[in-house]
């Protein structure tokens, strides 16, 4: 049984770019949640997609938008990428009732760095 | 909105016993996770408490008191590879999970 996948795991982007990170939740999950982990910190609450609609949205601007598809998998883009959007994004699973008590499954996360 | 509070590094030796501590303030509280992370790695998730008491799992005990909005990890017989970062997280009644920003556990010999 597959866990959580994502890709890339690392990739590299200059200032003004854009990138799409992706996401395969484990299976018979249905939703999907994005956070953002800078180094030393927390993972920080972007957006959370169930039934291919955000639920709900942490404290990100608009550059940060997504997308989840018919089989539940998801994407994150990031238009317009800033030095500060350099981090470990990470995609965490779960069926949607399991997200009120907090069992997320995570990916391993894509690294992002942008020069 | 939320916030948390938890001690950002603890030091200990192995088989000693360690707690890592967590108050928080939210609105529409649900419940108190705890997670771990190795470096570089993806958390897992280690417990959960809705209700105030200890819930106990092998190695590992969680704490939650909801009307002191305060939680604890307990880790027992600690070895090396418990060296990690701990993240409490609070869940709220929108099935939102927000972090804390991690205590790093470092176990040594």
């Known amino acids: 049984d597959a866990g959580v996948t994502q890709s890339p795991t690392h990739l590299i982007k200059t200032r003004g770019q854009q990138v799409t990170l992706r996401c395969s939740p484990k299976?018979?999950?249905?939703?999907v949640s994005w956070y953002q982990q800078a180094l030393g910190q927390g993972p920080q609450f972007i957006f959370q997609y169930y039934e291919e609609e955000e639920r709900q949205r942490g404290n990100f601007p608009d550059r940060f938008s997504g997308h989840q598809f018919p089989n539940y998998s998801s994407e994150l883009n990031v238009n317009a990428l800033l030095l500060g959007d350099s981090a470990l994004y990470l995609c965490?699973?779960?069926?949607?009732?399991?997200?009120?008590?907090?069992?997320?499954?995570f990916g391993e996360g894509s690294r992002l760095t942008v020069l | 909105g939320q916030s948390l509070e938890q001690p950002s590094e603890v030091t200990a030796v192995e088989g000693a016993i360690v707690q890592i501590n967590c108050t928080y303030q939210t609105s529409g509280f649900y419940g108190l996770s705890w997670y771990q992370q190795h470096d570089g790695g993806a958390p897992t998730f280690l417990s959960y408490n809705a209700l105030d008491g200890l819930e106990e799992t092998g190695r590992f005990s969680s704490f939650l008191s909801r009307s002191d909005s305060y939680g604890y990890l307990l880790l027992q017989e600690l070895q090396m590879k418990d060296s990690a970062s701990y993240f409490c997280a609070v869940s709220t009644n929108a099935g939102k999970s927000t972090f804390g920003d991690g205590t790093t556990l470092t176990v040594k010999p």
């Open positions: 965490a699973s779960s069926l949607l009732r399991d997200s009120y008590t907090g069992e997320l499954f």
């Open positions: 299976s018979g999950h249905d939703t």
